[in-house]
């Protein structure tokens, strides 16, 4: 029976390319992404096309990340459907571009619930049925900027992902005990197949925004962006991130490897993740924990 994939925010970007990979791959994935009756339709009729003419199992789901109605409903439907949900991957983000200070408050907690706080509202409707089940798997999209090289300007959207990764860890060593695996998928920047820098949202303070771009800093933000671009690899492309996650999923129980770097500007984070990782590991052995970084193995699922 094939494996039931969940995975949110899948109309662009790692998402998109990674419900095509995973479907092409045998699993039979639900596409998830608001607004598939206006905005988002005419993605989630391509998608529907491409998957009929390539003979996979495709499905798009309406599940907008911030409402956790919207959520309950999806996830509902995908039980109702599927009869269960083995993997959940959690993809849905959003990016900013500015000055910190010229984000508003509201536009902060706006991201965090888009990147961190939307986590949560899945988890709470999925995991019990991967607890019930006593088995399954839960990736998370980071970033390699929660412990690599961060560019000025991003600050909301390098403090969400930072976060979440962080809430990801700790849920790694809860759900251990019910024979539930983690996986963090860590990119780094890309020239093709994200919405990066030119879709980012502009801070809500234009005018305090303009104070940091006057005199010899003036541009200072395009040049940012022109500095960073100019270290990633011509031929960097999201699919690669993809290709990480179905390697992942294909991985038999007890080989999934719990970190994932894919990040073509190697910005360290593959060195700052094993330090803090590995400390992480130690701190538990220490208090007599260890057990909760090796998920367990259930004989009836």
């Known amino acids: ?23 092409k791959a045998g699993y039979t994935v639900y596409a998830s992404m608001r607004d598939t009756r206006g905005h988002n339709a005419p993605v989630a009729e391509e998608m529907t096309a491409r998957a009929r003419e390539a003979g996979t199992d495709l499905r798009t789901v309406e599940l907008d990340v911030s409402s956790e109605a919207s ?14 949900i083995d993997v959940l991957i959690h993809n849905a983000g959003h990016m900013a571009f500015g000055p910190a200070e010229a984000f508003t408050p509201e536009q902060y907690t706006q991201l965090y619930d888009v990147n961190v706080v939307s986590t949560q509202r899945v988890n709470r409707a999925v995991l019990p049925h991967l607890r019930g089940q006593k088995q399954g ?53 890309f020239t093709r197949g994200t919405n990066h820098f030119p879709h980012a949202g502009l801070p809500a303070d234009q005018a305090r925004a303009a104070e940091y ?31 990480a996650i179905v390697k992942v999923v294909d991985a038999p129980f007890g080989k999934r ?27 538990l052995h220490r208090v007599g924990l260890g057990e909760l970084l090796v998920p367990q193995v259930h004989t009836a699922a």
């Open 1 to 23: 029976m094939s494996q039931v994939v969940l995975i949110t925010g899948a109309s662009s970007g790692f998402g998109r390319l990674t419900a095509e990979a995973l479907a």
């Open 71 to 84: 959520v309950e409903a999806a996830v509902a439907k995908v039980i109702a459907d599927a009869g269960r």
């Open 137 to 189: 798997l839960v990736v998370w999209v980071s970033s390699s900027s929660a412990a690599g090289g961060t560019p000025p300007y991003l600050a909301p959207y390098f403090g969400a992902k930072a976060a979440m990764d962080a809430i990801a860890v700790l849920y790694a060593r809860e759900l251990s005990r019910w024979g539930i695996e983690t996986s963090i998928i860590v990119p780094g920047a």
């Open 213 to 243: 771009e006057t005199g010899p800093y003036a541009g200072f933000g395009k040049e940012v962006q022109e500095a960073f671009a100019a270290i990633v690899p011509p031929d960097a492309d999201a699919s690669l991130v993809a290709d």
């Open 257 to 283: 490897p719990f970190r994932v770097h894919i990040d073509p500007t190697e910005d360290g984070a593959n060195v700052g993740f094993t330090v803090l990782d590995r400390l992480r590991a130690e701190m």
